[in-house]
């Protein structure tokens, strides 16, 4: 689950039971993100921290060793069919760099003509809405994971 809620301490043990299995939410949203983090592995969740595109990454990295997933937007929150923000390219190399083993996740504006740049700067989880559902979805899922696929071959090589 991706949480865009204030407050995503009081959502934890609803999504737990509601058979969530990872919960991710905005550092931001929290004003205590290691008791959260603590919160959301004692119930047995995976756990997955979010940026805006305005956020620095830096920002997330004293928990980076604490997570199973770090997701960067490349949109801003709550609205569809945005322009993709290819500022956060540099932020999913370097979380990349220094959390190799780190699933990074991206979510906004991804589509057959953003993904491989993604995937190139170190994401290896991507969310797409707008574009599966406005072309053929086989297509464009298969052509996703398959970029995806072929930029962790790569990095394993380099």
């Known amino acids: ?12 043990k609803p999504m737990a039971i509601a058979g969530a299995n990872q919960y991710t939410f905005h550092l931001k949203a929290t004003e205590n993100p290691e008791a959260l983090i603590k919160d959301i592995w004692e119930n047995g969740m995976k756990v997955g ?6 956020t620095t990454v830096e920002y ?3 928990w ?4 199973d997933m770090a997701l960067g937007m490349t949109v ?11 500022d956060m390219m540099p932020k999913f190399h370097w979380l990349r760099t220094q ?32 574009v599966i559902m406005s ?4 297509s464009v899922i298969n052509l996703l994971r ?8 790569k990095r394993s090589l380099d």
């Open 1 to 12: 689950m991706h949480m865009t809620v204030f407050r995503p301490e009081q959502w934890v």
């Open 49 to 54: 921290l979010a940026i805006k595109p305005g």
């Open 60 to 62: 997330l990295a004293p």
């Open 64 to 67: 980076a060793n604490q997570i």
């Open 76 to 86: 801003e929150l709550g609205f569809g069919r945005q322009k993709f923000v290819k």
């Open 99 to 130: 959390f190799p083993s780190l699933d990074i996740e991206v979510n906004g504006g991804i589509g057959s003509d953003t993904v491989h740049k993604c995937a190139e700067a170190g994401t290896n989880v991507i969310v797409s809405g707008s």
């Open 135 to 138: 072309e053929d979805p086989r």
């Open 146 to 153: 398959n970029v995806c696929s072929e930029a962790a071959q």
